[in-house]
């Protein structure tokens, strides 16, 4: 019997002269629903040998097709660059956890090693997050270079769910691409602390964030840890001039910084001079620098330009300078920056007469970019105009009398039950309490409000059912219900996912004022015995499998006990 020889193996995988090849089907639009939907892309990957690439970029595929390439994809160990960016067009957000995971699974099975992972565009939120935790954890992404997760919303909760899982072991990343996911400063704070193990980072691009100096500061102290850096784009954050005093304190470590983008974040003038000093400090080496839209004065502007002109061979380095937008003063100062510059200048016409901002003086004197600018923005912002409002609505409401009279609060047994859910309260409400409760809710009209209502009463009911047999029976007739009614409504899959994993405590929610008040143990038990009827929609099985699964080993210990008990919350 021939014998395995892993080196040799290695060797080859990584031998500078092999030639590429892979499977390719960006941009043909397929909508992949089921496994025969998936077949052209399956037998693709079986015909290639020398599976080095899989590109799926701009088709949308569901869980049943996500799963047959997957099952592809466990005989491919040599696959390096998963290009799988705007692959869920027109799905919901519950059929992309458990899609991922598959995906994830199938070259977790086959031992890949990802150098690239792409997945930008594609719209699956801090839920996506949890459905490649797996995957970004294990040693398939444990050689990764480059994880390109642009405008996938993200948010903080995403932010924080990403750096958690990359921190499971060292990574040596050189590309990290994040824009447009609304992480703000706790999301980059947390990212920050990620980019501090490494010392890899030559690309960081996380334009779009809603970061202000505190993000900022943080990612520049990360950053310092970082010589290789090349790239930065930070564009369309709020840095002030307090994050250009942190970057400016990171430069000196960030020797092979050629490329900069802080357009439209806010500098000023103080901002725009503390970069200035640090640039010509640092005798900065860059090739290219974007401060445009930045509210720069024609002074902090000159000084822009000359600390980056400064070295002999500027003209032959620099290839793009964005001065746009800003107060670059009149045709005098245009002229000799444009010498200074050369053809790398980007300075259009209009750009800013003496007055287009406030002057240097003004800028720098009381109440200039001041803590107001950056410091208040996190928290605070806009509170002086909401004072404003606040006050005159008070004014107009001073001659305002309610008329009251006749006014009484209606109780009902429903609405007493669902406030309390205790079995007392349940029993009055007799053996028809599924219709009597669906009676109740049928006159909510909002579509997220009315499945919340249905989710939170089935719920109320099974929670009940291990010290009651009327609650099980009513529960056992309210979940056909609850499943016919958010049928009804639009986007009714991920509303009503998204509803049973809050109220059953798998995912947090974001009213700091939501409570659980139901017993989820038997909450849990009473979802075994319906999870599998064929009123149950399978995207929502999948995805609540899926999360219940993920978050076993993190249940109390009488719960985990009745979902280990219930195979069908599992498998």
Known sequence: MASF??????????????????????????KLDTEKDAQPIVEAINKCPDLQYLTLTGNTLGVA???????????????????????????????????????????????????????????????????LAKLLESEVCS????????????????????????????????????????????????????????????????????????????????FKMNPRLRSLNLNDNTIGHKGAEAIAAALPSLKNLKSINFGDCLLKSKGAKTLAKAFRDNSQMLECLDLSHNEIGREACMELVDSITCLPDSSDRLARVILAGNSLGGASNKKSMKEKLGTCAELSDGEGSDDEYATDSDEEGEGDDSDDDDDNSDDESGSEQNHTRVDTAAVIGNNITLDTSGVEEIDTDVGRFLREPTVENLQKLGSNAAQ?????????????????????????????????ELATLVSGRLYPILMARAGEQHAASWLLTNTMLRGLGLIKSEN????????????????????????????????????????????????????????????
């Open 512 to 571: 700091k004022d939501y409570k659980i008040r139901w017993s989820l143990p038997s909450c849990f038990s009473t979802l075994g015995t319906v999870i599998t009827a064929p009123y149950f929609p399978q995207a929502v099985r999948d995805t609540l499998k899926f999360f219940i699964a993920a978050k076993l080993g993190h249940m109390p210990p009488e719960t985990a006990r009745i979902v280990r008990d219930n195979a069908a919350l599992l498998t």
């Open 436 to 468: 009597v409760i669906d009676a109740h809710l049928q006159c909510i009209k909002n579509p997220e409000e009315l499945i919340t209502a249905y989710v939170e009463a089935t719920f109320c009911v099974s929670g009940l059912s291990e010290n009651s």
């Open 5 to 30: 020889d892993l080196n040799s193996i290695t060797q080859a995988l990584s031998d500078p002269g092999r030639t590429t090849s892979g499977v390719d089907f960006s941009g043909k639009s397929l």
């Open 143 to 222: 050689q990764l270079q480059e994880l390109r997760l642009n405008n996938n919303g993200l948010g903080i909760s995403g932010g924080r769910l990403l750096a958690r899982a990359l921190t499971q072991s060292p990574r040596r990343l050189r590309v990290f691409v994040a824009g447009r996911n609304r992480l703000e400063n706790d999301g980059a704070k947390a990212l920050a602390s990620v980019f501090t193990s490494m010392d890899t980072l030559e690309e960081v691009a996380m334009p779009q964030n809603g970061i202000y100096h505190i993000g900022i500061s943080a990612l520049s102290e990360a």
């Open 65 to 131: 097709a996500a799963q047959a390439i997957a099952k592809a994809l466990e005989h491919h160990p040599e696959l390096r660059i998963a290009r799988f960016s705007d692959m869920f067009t027109g799905r919901m957000k519950t059929e992309i956890p458990p899609a991922l995971k598959a995906l994830g699974d199938g070259m977790i099975t086959a031992g890949a090693r990802l150098e690239v992972l792409d997945l930008s565009d594609n719209a699956f939120g801090p839920i996506g997050v949890e459905g």
